[in-house]
């Protein structure tokens, strides 16, 4: 059952009460998080990474994504221009990779803005 959605300017995420994302729409930055930079995914695709997803939110503008999961862990993907993943570096991610920084600390809501 989908018990939360998170949307962006041409991007959609779906979360499972089990924990799981589907991603779809607009995927050129990496936004999608299924590795790769399709340009468009026309159907809900689940994201084999993510597991146990609690929390999920989109940028406005639909480039990047972060995700948390039950243990408190923060995750990002999507277009890094900026360094707003968190990775130390302005490197895109294509699957979500959790925020070394963070790792230590319990994360219980992630929330998008526009780049």
């Given at each position: 059952?989908?018990?939360?959605?998170?949307?962006?300017?041409?991007?959609?995420?779906?979360?499972?009460?089990?924990?799981d994302?589907?991603?779809?729409?607009?995927?050129?930055?990496?936004?999608?998080?299924?590795?790769?930079?399709?340009?468009?995914?026309?159907?809900?695709?689940?994201?084999?990474?993510a597991?146990r997803?609690?929390?999920?939110?989109?940028?406005?503008?639909?480039?990047?994504?972060?995700?948390?999961?039950?243990?408190?862990?923060?995750?990002?993907?999507?277009?890094?221009?900026?360094?707003q993943?968190?990775?130390?570096?302005?490197?895109?991610?294509?699957?979500?990779?959790?925020?070394?920084?963070?790792?230590?600390?319990?994360?219980?809501?992630?929330?998008?803005?526009?780049?």
């Amino acid at each position: 059952m989908v018990v939360d959605v998170a949307v962006g300017c041409g991007t959609c995420y779906a979360l499972t009460d089990g924990g799981d994302v589907y991603a779809w729409g607009a995927g050129s930055k990496g936004q999608l998080g299924r590795g790769g930079c399709a340009k468009v995914q026309a159907t809900p695709a689940k994201l084999p990474w993510a597991k146990r997803i609690v929390q999920m939110s989109v940028s406005l503008d639909g480039h990047f994504a972060a995700a948390v999961d039950a243990a408190g862990h923060l995750y990002t993907w999507g277009a890094g221009k900026w360094g707003q993943l968190g990775h130390g570096d302005t490197s895109k991610r294509t699957v979500g990779r959790a925020v070394k920084q963070l790792k230590q600390s319990d994360v219980l809501q992630a929330s998008g803005v526009w780049q």
